[in-house]
C-alpha cells in the first residue's frame, strides 16, 4: 500500500467502506465462531470470556494492551493437522508465526515437528526440549554460526536456499564429521494470493532456486556429489494466506516433474516432498478456510496423481502451517483511550497499543474485525477506524469496522485471530513497550511472554 501526500479535499471524502464494511452487521454483539478462538463466548453479562475467564478481570490482572491465547484450541489445531496427515506425513509448525518455549512443549506435546529460521528460534526451541531430529532449519541467508550451531544439534533438516550454501553446509558438517540431512528449496513459479494464484515460468523473489532454467537441477545435482549432505527431497512454499488449492496443484505438478528428472538423470529417487505452508485462516467473516482434513487430502491426491503419472515412488509429504495453526487463537485486547468523530467522515477510536503490536494492517493492509468485548451495547453501528498510539497516521489496527455508537474511553475492544505474524513482529517503535502473551486454560490464565518493562528498555541502551 502506498501513501502519498496530496492536497485535503476528494482523496478524504472516500470515506464510504469498500466491500463487506458498506452495511453494518446485524448485532454487532454477535460473535462468529470462524474467527475467534474456540472457548470465546459472552457471559450472561455480556462479557467476553475465554477459557472460562472474563476479559474484564483479564485486563485487570495482566493490563491491556496484551495478546491472549487460549490453549486448548492451539492444542485442537495442531493436533488436527497431525491427526489429518497421520502417520504417512510430517506436519511442521512454521515458528516464525509465533514461537515460545511454552508453545514448543504444547507442539512436542502434540506430536509435530518445527520450523525455525533463526539462531534466536533455534536456540528457542532448544531450550524448550523439542528433539533437534524434529526440527528444519530455514533462511535465505544462514550464517555459518548459525549453520555450524544447527548441524553440531543435529537438527532434523536444513533447508538449502542457493547454490552458496550448498557448498557451505556441507562444508560445516564436513569440518564436524556430519553428514547433514537437507531438502532443497526451489521455486517454482507460482504466485498464490487469498483468492487466485498466478503460474509463471519465473518467480521474481529472494527464496529458493528457480525451477526454470534448470537451476534446480542443477542445484540437486551438486548437493547429491557432495559427502557432507545427504539429499532427502526438495521444498516448495508458495505464498501465504491461500485459500485456493489450485496454486498447490501447480506446484506439485513442478516439484514432481523435478523428481522424476533426477531420478532419469541420476537413478535417484528422492523420498521426501514438502509442500510449505501458506494455509489461510478468517480474519474477517468474509473469509472461509478449509479444514486441515480437506487440506490434507487434497494435497495427498495431488502429489499421488502425479507421482502415479510420473511412474515413481510417493514421497512422504511435509506440510509447514504457521498462521493455521496459532492465527485464530488468540486475540488482542485493548483498552479505548478516546472517542473522537470527524463529522460526515467516521470515528477514529484510539487504543493502547498499534502497530508495535500488529503490523500487518499498516504492511499488508490487512484486514481484522474489532469488538466491543467489556459489555453488551444496542447502540447504533458507527462506522470506525480503530488506531493505535503511535506517532504515525498510518498507525492503523482495523481500518474499517462498526463499532457501536456509545462506545467511550475505558471500553475494552478485542481484534481475534492476531495470534500470527502480531507479536512476532512487534517492535518498540516510540519505545512502547511489547505487550505480553497470556496463555489461558480451564480458567486459569498464565503468563508465557512477559510483558517487557521500561528497564527491559533501558538495559539495552547502555548509554
Ligand atoms: C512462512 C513460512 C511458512 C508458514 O507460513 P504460514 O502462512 O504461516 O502458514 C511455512 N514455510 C515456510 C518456508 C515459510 O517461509
Not at 77 to 91: K, S
Request: charged share 25%.
Amino acid at each position: 500500500m502506498s501513501r502519498s501526500a496530496h492536497p485535503a479535499g476528494p482523496r478524504h471524502a472516500d470515506v464510504l467502506p469498500e466491500g463487506h464494511y458498506s452495511a453494518p452487521p446485524a448485532d454487532l454483539n454477535a460473535l462468529d465462531p470462524k474467527v475467534w478462538a474456540q472457548t470465546v463466548r459472552r457471559d450472561e453479562h455480556g462479557v467476553l470470556t475465554v477459557g472460562g475467564i472474563d476479559v474484564k478481570q483479564l485486563a485487570e490482572e495482566f493490563g491491556t494492551p496484551a495478546y491472549f491465547l487460549d490453549e486448548d484450541d492451539f492444542r485442537a489445531r495442531a493436533r488436527a493437522w497431525r491427526t489429518a496427515f497421520g502417520d504417512d506425513a510430517d506436519v511442521f509448525y512454521a515458528g516464525k508465526a509465533f514461537l515460545s518455549r511454552a508453545v514448543v512443549r504444547w507442539l512436542h506435546e502434540e506430536g509435530l515437528n518445527l520450523d525455525v529460521c533463526s539462531g534466536g528460534e533455534l536456540a528457542t526451541a532448544l531450550s524448550a526440549g523439542m528433539p533437534a531430529e524434529r526440527i528444519a532449519f530455514h533462511g535465505n541467508n544462514k550464517s555459518t554460526g548459525e549453520i555450524r550451531r544447527a548441524v553440531e544439534a543435529g537438527v532434523g533438516r536444513i533447508v538449502l536456499d542457493s547454490f552458496q550454501e550448498i557448498v557451505r553446509v556441507a562444508h560445516i558438517a564436513q569440518e564436524l564429521g556430519r553428514r547433514q540431512r537437507v531438502q532443497i528449496r526451489i521455486t517454482v513459479g507460482v504466485e498464490a494470493h487469498t483468492h487466485e494464484f498466478i503460474a509463471t515460468a519465473h518467480e521474481d523473489q529472494k527464496f529458493g532456486i528457480p525451477l526454470a532454467g534448470g537451476q534446480a537441477a542443477e542445484a540437486v545435482r551438486r548437493a547429491l556429489q557432495l559427502d557432507g549432505l545427504e539429499l532427502i527431497g526438495i521444498h516448495s512454499h508458495i505464498g501465504s494466506q491461500i485459500f485456493d488449492m489450485s496454486g498447490f496443484e501447480v506446484a506439485a505438478h513442478r516439484v514432481v516433474g523435478l523428481l522424476r528428472e533426477i531420478r532419469d538423470k541420476h537413478g535417484v529417487e528422492l523420498p521426501e516432498i514438502d509442500l510449505g505452508g501458506g494455509l489461510g485462516i478468517a480474519y474477517t467473516s468474509d473469509d472461509d478456510p478449509r479444514e486441515p482434513h480437506e487440506i490434507a487430502k487434497a494435497l495427498t491426491e495431488i502429489v499421488t496423481r502425479e507421482c502415479e503419472s510420473a511412474r515413481l515412488r510417493t514421497p512422504r509429504i511435509s506440510v509447514e502451517p504457521g498462521r493455521a495453526i496459532v492465527g485464530p487463537t488468540a486475540f488482542t485486547l485493548y483498552e479505548v483511550g478516546t472517542v473522537k468523530p470527524l463529522d460526515g467522515l467516521r470515528t477514529y477510536v484510539s487504543v493502547d497499543g498499534g502497530m508495535s503490536d500488529n503490523i500487518r494492517t499498516a504492511l499488508y493492509d490487512a484486514e481484522y474485525s474489532v469488538s466491543l468485548v467489556s459489555r453488551p451495547s444496542d447502540a447504533e453501528p458507527v462506522l470506525c477506524r480503530v488506531v493505535g498510539k503511535h506517532c504515525e497516521s498510518g498507525d492503523i489496527v482495523v481500518k474499517d469496522a462498526f463499532l457501536p455508537g456509545d462506545l467511550a474511553p475505558g471500553d475494552l475492544l478485542a481484534v481475534p485471530a492476531t495470534g500470527a505474524y502480531c507479536r512476532s513482529m512487534a517492535s518498540n517503535y516510540n519505545h512502547v513497550l511489547r505487550p505480553p502473551v497470556v496463555a489461558v486454560r480451564d480458567g486459569e490464565a498464565r503468563v508465557i511472554v512477559r510483558r517487557e518493562t521500561e528497564e527491559d528498555l533501558l538495559r539495552l541502551d547502555v548509554g
